[in-house]
């Protein structure tokens, strides 16, 4: 189901996303010359249900969207599409994810970038398994999380606690770096499988200076064929982003977010991107989802400068 975009609209020159963005049916993509951009909702928190975390992410994408709406718009690139949301139906969370797969699929194979909004953190597997569709099982795929938790829970029952595991466990060619992490967030258990599968991180304490951790985020780059980006909300501290699945106390400041993810889509081999876990249930004023809203408005705006030239629609 689409959602309906509307918003204040100017006398003087100049759009909003809500003036911009197009629905699109994702049946009736086509091929485009040069690089467009996509938005794709994940209505699910089941796999946080799963996890004993706190239940409403599936709520978020329409609720980034409704912030996003008003969000100005400086660009002569009109190239923004919204394919709509995959929905979550009966708790059947895998049968949801192979849906945004290949959604995020022909997305990719059109030269559409997508921007994915969760959705709790399970819908980065979905997002993977689209990509590794995508580019083929020969190309080594990075992953890069933003998050307090590694997410390499071994659960016989997948949840949004368990994607990189399933991913990593596969000894498919992939390979994660996860920042951010907290040590008070994650078991003795899951730094040792973090080991045993050559997990990458940085730990929230050991983040600055900043320019430390670009150049760890470009070396990981660099040895990638592609890579894919993930920002689970709970990174963001708990005074910023209350309205998440599992708040952190200890969490980063916006600005640091912000100024990662900059440096994240910048390299030239960025493939796509998800922001998961916000909840708006729990939510303080709507102050998370106005927060990453403004994440995801900065990071369509960022990339069609880095796209370069006009875009005829």
């Not at 912030?67 to 718009?73: P, Q, V």
């Not at 990719?108 to 970038?113: M, P, Q, R």
């Not at 399970?122 to 307090?148: C, P, Q």
């Not at 997948?158 to 000894?171: C, D, E, H, Y």
């Amino acid at each position: 189901m689409f959602y309906t975009w509307t918003g204040r609209t100017d006398n003087q020159k100049g759009n909003r996303f809500h003036e911009v963005v197009r629905n699109v049916d994702s049946e009736k993509l086509e091929m485009v010359n040069r690089r467009h951009f996509s938005l794709v909702g994940f209505e699910s928190d089941e796999g946080v249900r799963r996890n004993q975390g706190r239940v409403g992410a599936s709520k978020a994408p329409n609720k980034i969207r409704s912030f996003l709406s008003n969000i100005s718009y400086s660009s002569n690139h009109k190239n923004v599409i919204d394919i709509g949301n995959v929905t979550c139906v009966d708790n059947n969370m895998e049968e949801a994810q192979v849906n945004l797969s290949e959604k995020v699929e022909k997305l990719l194979n059109n030269n559409y970038t997508p921007i994915i909004l969760g959705g709790g953190h399970e819908t980065f597997y979905g997002h993977y398994l689209g990509a590794r569709k995508s580019v083929g099982e020969n190309k080594k795929i990075g992953m890069i999380n933003l998050d307090a938790h590694f997410d390499l829970r071994k659960d016989n029952v997948p949840s949004s606690g368990t994607m990189f595991n399933q991913i990593l466990a596969k000894g498919n060619k992939d390979d994660y770096l996860c920042i951010g992490l907290q040590e008070l967030s994650n078991t003795s258990e899951l730094f040792l499988n973090a080991k045993e599968l050559d997990v990458k991180y940085i730990l929230e304490t050991d983040l600055f200076p900043l320019e430390k951790t670009f150049k760890k985020i470009d070396t990981f780059a660099r040895e990638q064929d592609f890579f894919i980006y993930t920002i689970c909300s709970d990174v963001i501290n708990q005074s910023s982003a209350p309205g998440v699945s599992a708040p952190a106390p200890f969490g980063l400041e916006p600005s640091v977010v912000r100024k990662i993810t900059h440096h994240v889509i910048k390299q030239p081999n960025f493939l796509s991107m998800d922001v998961s876990e916000v909840n708006p249930i729990y939510d303080v004023a709507d102050q998370t989802s106005r927060l990453i809203s403004y994440i995801i408005g900065e990071t369509l705006m960022r990339l069609n400068k880095s796209n370069g030239g006009e875009v005829n629609d």
